[in-house]
């Protein structure tokens, strides 16, 4: 796995691999009638890095040629963007690798394969800072049994969002039927800087309530986080219940919601 790697041109960049690496340095590049048809990354879900846990995930890529596909020269690589510098150097930012390039191939058909690599991503490498959080690229690269090959700079995308976390604290308790209770709370969120988590400033959040006995959470409200992320806001207190903050997520950052804090009507 690596966060940035400088290379110079395309021939240093396909010798970072066994491999060639799709695309990095490059054009999008095929010849004959091979086809990528799918790639899919973590099963299509966001890819969550908090300041620790390595990331364990898988990227699948389909291939279609009429002589079928050349088992173990599939490859698929993800990365955030590419620099191009002044002394003629690319530097990657955010390249992750396959652990295992020969990965897991299935032939559906005489014609169609696909396989499955496995990869990690650790948040103290690989994303580099917080400006890689939001949308990766995932390129691939395919070959078949009679010599044709692909290379998709841009196949599929994914993304790799930074995690977040939600408090909450209604009070008092327990409280007076129609009385006001106070609901705190806290958006906090992972820094790919510092490992640890900070305040999310300036963020909308719904405060939910969902009575006793029933199963569904309605919104009373929209609050807005402060310049430390904490959150606070008035509300009656109508019937006993549970009282929580839900956090929709952004482009860099994962949705959240904070598990109901129970307040006693009497």
């Given at each position: 796995?690596?966060?940035?790697?400088a290379?110079?041109?395309?021939?240093?960049?396909?010798?970072?691999?066994?491999?060639?690496?799709?695309?990095?340095?490059?054009?999008?590049?095929?010849?004959?009638?091979?086809?990528?048809?799918?790639?899919?990354?973590?099963?299509?879900?966001?890819?969550?890095?908090?300041?620790?846990?390595v990331?364990?995930?898988?990227?699948?890529?389909?291939?279609?040629?009429?002589?079928?596909?050349?088992?173990?020269?599939?490859?698929?690589?993800?990365?955030?963007?590419?620099?191009?510098?002044?002394?003629?150097?690319?530097?990657?930012?955010?390249?992750?690798?396959?652990?295992?390039?020969?990965?897991?191939?299935?032939?559906?058909?005489?014609?169609?394969?696909?396989?499955?690599?496995?990869?990690?991503?650790?948040?103290?490498?690989?994303?580099?800072?917080?400006?890689?959080a939001?949308?990766w690229?995932v390129?691939?690269?395919?070959?078949?049994?009679?010599?044709?090959?692909?290379?998709?700079?841009?196949?599929?995308?994914?993304?790799?969002?930074?995690?977040?976390?939600?408090?909450?604290?209604?009070?008092?308790?327990?409280?007076?039927?129609?009385?006001?209770i106070?609901?705190?709370?806290?958006?906090?969120?992972?820094?790919?800087?510092?490992?640890?988590?900070?305040?999310?400033?300036?963020?909308?959040v719904?405060?939910?309530?969902r009575?006793?006995?029933?199963?569904?959470?309605?919104?009373?409200?929209?609050?807005?986080?402060?310049?430390?992320?904490?959150?606070?806001?008035?509300?009656?207190?109508?019937?006993?219940?549970?009282?929580?903050?839900?956090?929709?997520?952004?482009?860099?950052?994962?949705?959240?919601?904070?598990?109901?804090?129970?307040?006693?009507?009497?």
């Open positions: 796995m690596h966060h940035r790697t290379v110079a041109g395309l021939a240093a960049a396909v010798a970072l691999s066994a491999f060639t690496i799709p695309a990095t340095a490059r054009a999008d590049a095929s010849d004959g009638d091979i086809q990528i048809t799918e790639v899919v990354a973590n099963g299509g879900k966001n890819i969550v890095l908090g300041t620790r846990e990331k364990k995930f898988t990227i699948s890529v389909t291939a279609v040629d009429d002589s079928g596909i050349e088992v173990g020269d599939t490859f698929p690589t993800m990365w955030n963007r590419i620099i191009h510098r002044d002394d003629g150097l690319y530097e990657y930012y955010g390249l992750v690798m396959p652990d295992d390039i020969a990965g897991k191939c299935v032939n559906e058909s005489f014609t169609t394969t696909t396989c499955t690599y496995k990869l990690e991503m650790d948040p103290r490498v690989d994303p580099g800072d917080n400006t890689t939001g949308t690229k390129s691939a690269h395919s070959e078949a049994n009679d010599g044709d090959y692909i290379d998709k700079d841009a196949a599929a995308k994914a993304k790799v969002l930074r995690n977040s976390k939600l408090k909450v604290n209604a009070s008092p308790e327990p409280v007076k039927k129609n009385k006001a106070t609901v705190t709370g806290a958006l906090t969120r992972a820094n790919w800087k510092t490992f640890k988590y900070g305040g999310y400033t300036n963020q909308p719904k405060l939910q309530y009575k006793k006995g029933t199963g569904t959470y309605k919104t009373l409200k929209t609050v807005r986080t402060d310049s430390r992320g904490n959150l606070k806001t008035t509300t009656k207190a109508t019937a006993d219940g549970y009282y929580r903050y839900s956090f929709a997520g952004t482009y860099t950052t994962a949705a959240e919601t904070a598990k109901g804090d129970y307040v006693d009507v009497r």
